[in-house]
């Protein structure tokens, strides 16, 4: 069976022990179709909005939330896995790739992710792994007590970008006739590894309105940027000789750690009669990130069209091994690979400024709402379906909580998700997940799953 | 002491966060590029190494490539003009690197950033890596160019100025068949000089050509012409170019039967240039060296010839590597250019290809080089 880098890196992202969601933070928002905003209470109301801290009251702890999202664009993911392992449909479905090749949106948890990567680093061949991505130390928890609560977060994200004719290669195998086709394009990845650590306040106003603040500590643990080089091909390899290598293919990353940045959210809740609320909040509405520019390190390595034969292709260890050891990058013994994979590196590597704003309305154990939520574009960390509209249902239950929720975005994103709530005494486990599906302008499918599981410990209050 | 509404405590902690954070974020940049014209210098040993001046210029040693430890360097090249015997310097790529003339015991992998949007429609094919060998003469190397990033490769054996060049002497290779050849009258030769009052003795016949970057452009002279057949244009696309092309080819015919045909050859043919193809993101290079003499061995020696309508058979040929070949054959025709007569010869040059069952399949590249009759 072909082992290949990309594939093995999906599924071991996915299957990780240990992940969050930034989409829609909380098991209960990701149950309730990216919303759950306008009565988001504790410490999910942190990153929803912290005026709602005034109206929880009583204490919970966030022992633990895990979740990822994964959302690509050009193929489904089954597709994509069945091209990446060269499957018997893999011809087809490569050739039914759009011109711009595929796209992939990770976003794990950061604490289980640095697990898996040092668990990829403990492999006999010690996968090199720092071209990548790394993870955070610090696990995903949080406290609210009455309207004072703080949030723990650490995430990683990660971004590829492929070109339809390296999937060929991939998918495929490297095939001499081909070789005139193969091109790289835009093929390249990037990654942020942080941890946040927000300190949020929510106050009544009058009887019917709240108003909140966040200020957030943001560690950044690692980003890394790369690409690929289109092929150099060897005409006088191509009589067969076996010592010579018809093609390589380059690549080169550069990566950043220490970074340090600053946020603040604001955000407002209005009581409204007959069980209705309208909320309104914005995360990061200052912020600033810095990385150190002066430890920014290079990686480079080559592959040859062996590398990518169907039967003894590179498993993910010797893909990643073959990057170089890393040297911090001096301008005067820089190679030009290094340098320009190092372009508009740091340009934009601050979080994006998130507004949302609801309706939403409670009676009894039903509670309905609706979110919008708009990106300011700038910084280069806006996802795809960061802006969407999500309309969420909750009914609660003895003992267990229901939820379902439905979500849309301009370009062409939608979102069908649900989830299920356990509530035994103060214990609180919620579970929440969906499915990406869509079409972009150009008929290529958005596809995508996602899901969070949280453990909760709450007493008093709301 | 003054009690504080939850509403002015909320305000204060946002005023005075957003003193803390300060105002909107703006882009961090990179420490890396140099001062226009900076150059960089750095002590390589044999172990390698790499040295840059970016953003446009790298030159990465192997291990082996430098005996000793020894101070390169590289600085922009802005008061010399590069020379343009190899073709165009394109602008902001040529480096002054040195020591100039050492010469590496392995080969250096130059990088240059060559913004795609300076070159004209066409000239990415034409492309190459310059070096200004000690002796003046400037070299081209076979050279890789990235379409997508802008970056172009080669592969240096010595130091000296280098730059980006398009090259002007470029010839096409055509995808459609060769005209053929219909063959021809051999013009008697000249007698030789004989003592005054005497016949001279026949002499004999000498047709060639000769053409380089260095001395008469092939392209200007027009001495050649190619073509490539179907499985080269399958393998390789149809936008191939033979970049500064070299062509030597002398045929000094011997002896002549009784109907005027030659029956004894001595001479050499040799084509050599940068056979460059445009795949689909990439332009890439093939250094072509074919060469034949005539008889057994690589210094040219009479064999013998058997002319029969358009095709003359030449009795043996070792080509530059060494391999003997027997009757082999070459399609001509001569025609009559004013007072003076043309042949033009077809030359063939064979391409493997590698299948994926492992079995090859050859592909032919035909070249007419149309050789003249010097003057005496």
């Excluded at chain 1, 958005?446 to 709450?458: A, K, N, S």
């Amino acid at each position: 069976m072909r082992r290949s880098l990309f594939p093995t890196m999906v599924i071991l992202l996915a299957c990780t022990q240990g992940l969050t969601a930034q989409m829609s933070p909380g098991a209960r928002s990701v149950a309730m179709g990216g919303g759950g905003m306008v009565f988001a209470t504790g410490v999910d109301a942190v990153e929803w909005n912290p005026a709602n801290l005034a109206w929880g009251g009583g204490w919970n702890v966030s022992l633990f939330e895990l979740g990822a999202v994964g959302i690509g664009s050009g193929t489904t993911m089954l597709d994509f896995y069945s091209i990446m392992e060269g499957g018997t449909d893999a011809p087809s479905l490569i050739a039914a790739l759009p011109a711009d090749g595929i796209t992939l949106a990770l976003i794990t948890e950061g604490f289980g992710t640095a697990y898996l990567l040092d668990a990829l680093d403990e492999l006999p061949s010690g996968a090199n792994t720092a071209p990548l991505a790394i993870g955070s130390p610090l696990p995903s928890v949080g406290l609210a007590l009455g309207p004072v609560a703080v949030r723990v977060r650490s995430r990683v994200r990660q971004d590829f970008t492929l070109s339809k004719e390296l999937a060929d290669l991939i998918g495929n195998g490297f095939e001499l006739a081909n070789v005139q086709d193969y091109a790289v394009g835009n093929t390249g990845w990037s990654s942020v590894s942080t941890s946040e650590v927000t300190v949020s306040y929510g106050t009544t106003i009058g009887g019917a309105l709240s108003l909140g603040v966040g200020g957030r500590y943001v560690m950044g643990h690692g980003m890394t940027q790369g690409r690929f080089f289109e092929p150099q091909i060897d005409l006088s390899c191509f009589g067969g000789d076996p010592t010579c290598d018809i093609m390589v293919l380059q690549t080169a990353s550069v990566e950043a750690r220490d970074g340090t940045g600053y946020g603040l959210d604001f955000g407002a809740s209005l009581e409204l009669p007959m069980g209705f609320r309208v909320a309104a909040s914005g995360t990061n509405v200052v912020q600033r990130m810095e990385w150190d520019e002066n430890q920014i390190t290079g990686y480079s390595a080559r592959y040859t069209d062996s590398d990518f034969d169907n039967d003894l292709g590179l498993g993910i260890e010797d893909y990643l091994d073959r990057f170089s050891s890393g040297e911090i990058i001096d301008p005067n013994s820089v190679s030009l690979a290094v340098y320009q994979a190092s372009e508009g590196f740091l340009e934009g590597s601050y979080f994006p400024q998130v507004f949302r704003a609801g309706l939403g309305w409670r009676s009894g154990g039903t509670t309905l709402e609706a979110v919008g939520i708009k990106v300011a574009p700038r910084g280069r960390y806006a996802s795809a379906w960061d802006e969407r509209v999500s309309v969420g249902l909750e009914q609660k239950l003895p003992l267990l909580t229901l939820r379902g929720g439905y979500g849309f975005s301009q370009n062409g994103i939608t979102q069908l998700t649900g989830g299920l709530g356990l509530r035994l005494g103060p214990v609180h486990l919620d579970a929440g997940g969906g499915k990406f599906s869509g079409e972009r302008l150009d008929s290529a499918p958005w596809d995508g799953y996602f899901g969070t599981v949280g453990l909760q410990i709450r007493a008093g209050g709301q | 002491m003054r009690k504080y509404s939850n509403l002015e405590r909320l305000w204060s902690v946002a005023v005075a966060a957003f003193l803390v954070t300060g105002c909107q974020q703006t882009d961090q940049q990179l420490p890396f590029e140099l001062a226009e014209g900076e150059g960089a210098t750095l002590s390589i040993g044999p172990a390698g190494g790499t040295l840059s001046v970016p953003p446009s210029f790298s030159l990465e040693f192997p291990t082996g490539s430098l005996p000793t430890s020894t101070s390169v360097s590289a600085m922009p090249l802005i008061t010399d003009p590069f020379p343009q015997d190899a073709g165009g310097p394109v602008p902001g790529t040529a480096f002054d690197v040195g020591p100039v003339g050492t010469t590496l015991g392995e080969p250096a992998r130059v990088e240059m950033a060559v913004d795609p949007t300076l070159l004209e429609l066409g000239e990415d094919v034409l492309l190459s890596i310059a070096v200004q060998r000690a002796t003046g003469e400037v070299s081209t190397f076979e050279s890789t160019y990235d379409l997508t990033n802008g970056v172009l490769v080669a592969e240096v054996d010595e130091l000296g100025p280098m730059a980006a060049v398009v090259s002007v002497d470029a010839i096409a290779v055509l995808s459609e068949a060769p005209p053929s050849l219909l063959g021809g009258t051999f013009p008697p030769p000249a007698p030789t000089p004989a003592p005054s009052g005497s016949a001279g003795a026949p002499g004999t016949l000498v047709f060639q050509a000769n053409c380089s970057p260095a001395s008469r452009p092939c392209f200007t002279t027009g001495l050649i012409r190619l073509w490539a057949d179907d499985v080269i244009v399958e393998r390789m696309g149809n936008e191939i170019f033979l970049v500064n092309p070299a062509v030597r080819v002398r045929l000094d015919f011997l002896t002549f039967d009784q109907f005027g045909l030659p029956t004894e050859v001595v001479g050499e043919i040799a084509i050599g240039g940068d056979l460059r193809a445009r795949f689909n993101s990439t332009v890439t290079g093939y250094d072509l060296e074919e060469g034949v003499t005539t008889g057994p061995g690589t210094t040219p020696s009479p064999t013998t010839v058997n002319v029969s309508g358009s095709v003359m058979t030449i009795g043996q040929t070792t080509s530059a590597s060494g391999v003997v070949e027997f009757d082999d054959d070459v399609a001509f025709s001569i025609v009559g250019i004013g007072t003076t007569q043309m042949m033009v010869a077809e030359l063939e040059a064979e391409v493997e290809f590698e299948n994926d069952d492992n079995t090859v399949t050859y592909g032919y590249i035909t070249a007419h080089v149309r050789l003249r009759v010097p003057e005496s």
